[in-house]
């Protein structure tokens, strides 16, 4: 898929991520959960680049794909991994919206991923009762 492509289809993916919203800082697209970015989009006029949180994959994407690096800023040492391609190159969208997948988890409050719930307290009902002094 070309770059053009891909940045609105995963753009489409990310946003679909429970509790994420679209936020524009420094003039490029992210997308945040709880305050927290776990992807950014850059900006689809030139070529294409996404960075996410790899916790578990990083190190291999950065030795197996040319296109991989770790992302500036000193965010590579956090985990932080960059694709970036030019606007003719075919963008292997499946591989990274698996690679957002990873950075929801790393970056997402625990329960997030379970949708409308997430960050939502249980009824009262559902609690344990508290432990009987003895």
Not at 7 to 19: F, H, Q, S, T, V
Request: with cysteine; hydrophobic share 35%; proline share 8%.
């Amino acid at each position: 898929m070309k770059p053009s492509a891909a940045w609105k289809r995963l753009k489409k993916y990310a946003a679909g991520k429970p509790g994420a919203w679209e936020d524009h800082p420094w003039g490029e697209t992210v997308y945040k959960v709880a305050k927290k970015v776990f992807v950014f989009l850059g900006h689809p006029d030139s070529g294409y680049g996404l960075s996410c949180k790899l916790p578990q994959s990083g190190e291999a994407a950065i030795t197996m794909f040319s296109w991989a690096e770790p992302t500036g800023y000193g965010l590579g040492k956090a985990g932080w991994v960059t694709a970036r391609f030019e606007s003719g190159d075919d963008v292997p969208v499946d591989l990274l919206e698996q690679w957002i997948d990873e950075s929801f988890a790393a970056v997402a409050p625990k329960g997030a991923s379970r949708g409308a719930t997430a960050g939502k307290k249980r009824p009262i009902s559902h609690r344990r009762p508290p432990r009987e002094a003895k």
